[in-house]
Nanobody, 118 residues
Framework: QVQLVESGGGLVQAGGSLRLSCVAS????????MGWFGQSPGKEREFVAR????????IYANSVKGRFTISRDNAKNTVYLQMNSLKPEDTAIYYC???????????WGQGTQVTVSS
């Protein structure tokens, strides 16, 4: 069982930045693809970004390309999401996800709220 704990959310003005962190309890953290998903009020949870387990390839949703950067530090069992040029439409609860394959999420974090004011 992998436990994921997110932090770093908060209230920020449009154009501002936040960095989300997600710490995993599992020593085999490096064996998981790690991702971030966002859920806005009244909407389904949506993919935001992923970083692969061995090659550190990254992929982003079109809505965040060029503004968000995902990275990982396997020595710290941590994945990050640097969020720049934030927009009000980025307001959501952001969830960290651990994946053995890219199609299924094996573990979710509890989520961290990001609110962007206009």
């Amino acid at each position: 069982q992998v436990q994921l704990v997110e932090s770093g959310g908060g209230l920020v003005q449009a154009g501002g930045s936040l960095r989300l962190s997600c710490v995993a309890s599992e020593r085999t953290f490096s064996s998981y693809h790690m991702g971030w998903f966002g859920q806005s009020p009244g909407k389904e949870r949506e993919f935001v970004a992923r970083i692969t387990r061995s090659t550190d390839w990254t992929i982003y949703a079109n809505s965040v390309k060029g503004r968000f950067t995902i990275s990982r530090d396997n020595a710290k069992n941590t994945v990050y999401l640097q969020m720049n040029s934030l927009k009000p439409e980025d307001t959501a609860i952001y969830y960290c996800a651990a994946q053995k394959t890219t199609t299924i999420v094996d573990y979710w974090g509890q989520g961290t709220q990001v609110t962007v004011s206009s």
